[in-house]
């Protein structure tokens, strides 16, 4: 007698594939630290806009490379819940960030600006601790830590040796994604369509 399936678990199973196995979430990480180093060292309005396009690569990493490879799924109502949670803790982490910020720079005190800095990093990770915990991915938290801990040391140090620290973080990132993308379109060939 075949043993029932246990449709959580596959559920569970399949978003996990969905999620991190083709190492898109490691580009995305890798691409932020990469041209926050960038936005460090150079002050410009190009250099801030150019912060979407990891957004933009991870977007298309998932529409180009995983959806031809695994198909489209739609997940369970508690899975989409979760995922409406994740948006809205993100947006106020973001909003409240960036309060933070602009109300320690208000102050033109360099010891405020450091408590913004502070408050940024702390949010900041917990940002990509909750991230991690909802899109069940442990290297999220990890390049969470890797990106606060880049920030600090630009905040305490300096730019230049924060620029540094962002630079290793980020290409360690995205060499890890690269490899796992790799594994994975291996793994994976491209579903052929139906007619």
Do not use: C, N
């Amino acid at each position: 007698m075949p043993e029932p399936i246990d449709l959580e678990k596959l559920e569970s199973d399949t978003f996990r594939s969905y999620q991190h196995e083709d190492g898109m979430w490691d580009v995305f990480m890798g691409l932020l630290m990469l041209f926050w180093a960038l936005g460090l060292l150079v002050d410009s309005t190009f250099v801030s806009l150019m912060m979407l396009v990891p957004t933009g690569v991870f977007i298309a990493g998932k529409a180009l490379i995983t959806v031809p490879r695994l198909g489209r799924v739609k997940f369970g109502r508690r899975r989409v819940d979760r995922q409406i949670v994740l948006i809205v803790v993100v947006v106020l982490a973001v909003v409240v960030s960036v309060l933070m910020l602009e109300i320690a720079s208000m102050g033109g005190f360099d010891a405020i600006e450091k408590v913004g800095d502070l408050i940024f990093i702390a949010m900041a990770f917990t940002v990509f601790a909750v991230i991690s915990y909802m899109v069940m991915y442990w290297r999220i938290a990890a390049y969470g830590a890797m990106l606060t801990g880049s920030w600090l040391v630009a905040s305490l140090v300096g730019p230049d040796p924060g620029a540094v620290a962002f630079v290793v973080s980020g290409t360690v990132a995205v060499a890890a994604g690269l490899v796992t993308l790799r594994s994975f379109m291996r793994r994976y060939p491209v579903l052929a369509m139906e007619e």
